[in-house]
């Protein structure tokens, strides 16, 4: 048996009418969700996409009313944001999605008073990630008022207030109330 190289696998395909990779891909689409969330981003199809990750983020830190306590799993929302950043190369829905992020957990935190060190970190982290990411494509300004409120609404335990504004304040200057 061979061994699978990306190579062989282009030396494969190759091979192949136009028609036949049509229909693979075609298959491939059918067969695995993932694919076809793949190629619906590569096409310009982003709204249902961006929805769905974000829904995923709301969904295990936004207490829903039939679904009663959230489930509050950071690394469900991690990876949420990770996937979306493997499709999605927009840096505003990357922006929009990792923002979500941060406010889901941050008032999470603020409404259950959580005491592990991982929620405020996680966020703040994030926070700062995607603060250097804007600006460093330039887009600061545009996302500024939301980087605000996300601070101005932010729980003082652990420090959390005073981590946010401080990364706020590298790429913003004073924060003033």
């Known amino acids: ?10 030396k494969e395909l ?7 990779l049509i229909k693979e891909i075609s298959s491939l ?14 096409y310009g199809d982003t709204s249902d996409i961006l929805k769905r990750y974000i829904d995923i983020i709301e969904k295990e830190f936004v207490e829903g009313k039939r679904r009663g306590m959230p489930k509050a ?15 999605i ?20 935190n ?13 966020p703040e982290d994030m926070f700062e990630e995607v603060l250097q990411l804007l ?4 887009l600061s300004d545009k996302f500024q008022e939301r980087a605000y409120d996300i ?16 990364r706020y304040e590298d790429v913003y200057g004073d924060f003033i109330r």
Not at 110 to 122: A, K, L, P, R, S
């Open 110 to 122: 603020d409404e259950f008073g959580v005491d592990e060190e991982d929620y405020y970190t996680d």
């Open 1 to 10: 048996m061979k061994k699978f190289t990306l190579p062989a696998l282009k």
């Open 14 to 20: 190759a091979k192949k009418t136009k028609e036949e």
């Open 89 to 108: 190369t927009d840096i505003e829905l990357v922006a929009d999605v990792m923002f979500t992020f941060v406010e889901c957990i941050s008032n999470f």
């Open 151 to 166: 601070v101005n609404r932010a729980t003082d335990s652990w420090g959390h207030l005073d981590s946010l504004q401080e």
């Open 73 to 87: 799993r950071l690394s469900v929302a991690k990876n949420a944001v990770k996937d979306f950043r493997k499709l």
């Open 135 to 138: 600006k460093k494509n330039g």
């Open 29 to 42: 689409c059918q067969e695995f969700p993932q694919v076809k969330e793949y190629y619906k981003a590569q």
